[in-house]
């Protein structure tokens, strides 16, 4: 049972260029959720998703991020017009169901870098 | 912000058990405790969690506090492979995203 895999594993980009991540949870997991780990600090929720749907997105910047988790296919996390201050990895957790009793499933990580 | 208090970092020796604290003072009855660590250049991994009684599962265990405002996870024997940053977390305010801190740095000498 393969894990949460996410791609690509390392992104480089230019500022104003697009960056898309993406996650696919385990199998059978229909929700998940999308972190931001900033050099030297710990993870920062950005927004939870099940199937078709954004469940929980206040850890989300306003502008310029978005993310989607459709009936087929990964999730994606979308950063339009990056700046240097995206660096960042980010990662993506799966779990069966809603999290608050369970455990999450992690990914390694997509790192971002923004030149 | 995270909700939870951690030492920034703990050393122990190679082959001894390790306690490592968090206090989670304004954790609500409902909310469960969660442990993970994370190695270097890894995501996240699950290591334990909780809600009133100690927990023990193949990797460690977790006792919790009468009044639930703090909790100790225990490496019964730590190895090298155990050096990690260990995080414990409530469930955030109801949020269901979990509240990562800067956790506890652990380091393992061989």
């Known amino acids: 049972n393969a894990g949460v895999m996410q791609n690509p594993r390392h992104l480089v980009r230019r500022r104003g260029q697009e960056a898309r991540l993406r996650c696919s949870p385990m199998?059978?997991?229909?929700?998940v959720y999308w972190y931001r780990q900033l050099p030297e600090e710990g993870l920062k929720f950005m927004v939870y998703?099940?199937?078709?749907?954004?469940?929980?997105e206040s850890g989300m910047p306003k502008e310029r991020f978005s993310a989607e988790f459709p009936k087929e296919g990964p999730s994606i996390l979308r950063i339009q017009q990056v700046v240097r201050g995206d660096s960042a990895a980010y990662f993506c957790?799966?779990?069966?169901?809603?999290?608050?009793?369970?455990?999450?499933?992690f990914g390694e990580g997509s790192r971002l870098t923004v030149l | 912000d995270a909700k939870t208090t951690q030492p920034n970092s703990m050393e122990s020796n190679e082959e001894e058990p390790v306690h490592l604290p968090c206090n989670h003072s304004t954790i609500s009855g409902t909310d469960y405790i969660h442990w993970y660590r994370q190695l270097p250049s890894q995501g996240p991994e699950y290591v334990i969690h909780g809600l009133t009684s100690n927990v023990n599962n193949r990797m460690a265990s977790l006792a919790i506090a009468e009044d639930r405002k703090s909790s100790t996870l225990i490496l019964h024997r730590a190895t090298l492979r155990d050096a990690a940053v260990y995080y414990c977390?409530?469930?955030?305010?109801?949020?269901?995203?979990?509240?990562f801190g800067k956790g506890t740095h652990l380091i393992i000498q061989p």
């Open positions: 977390l409530d469930n955030g305010g109801g949020a269901d995203g979990l509240t």
């Open positions: 957790a799966s779990s069966p169901g809603r999290r608050n009793t369970g455990e999450l499933f």
């Open positions: 199998k059978g997991h229909s929700h």
């Open positions: 998703l099940q199937k078709e749907n954004i469940i929980d």
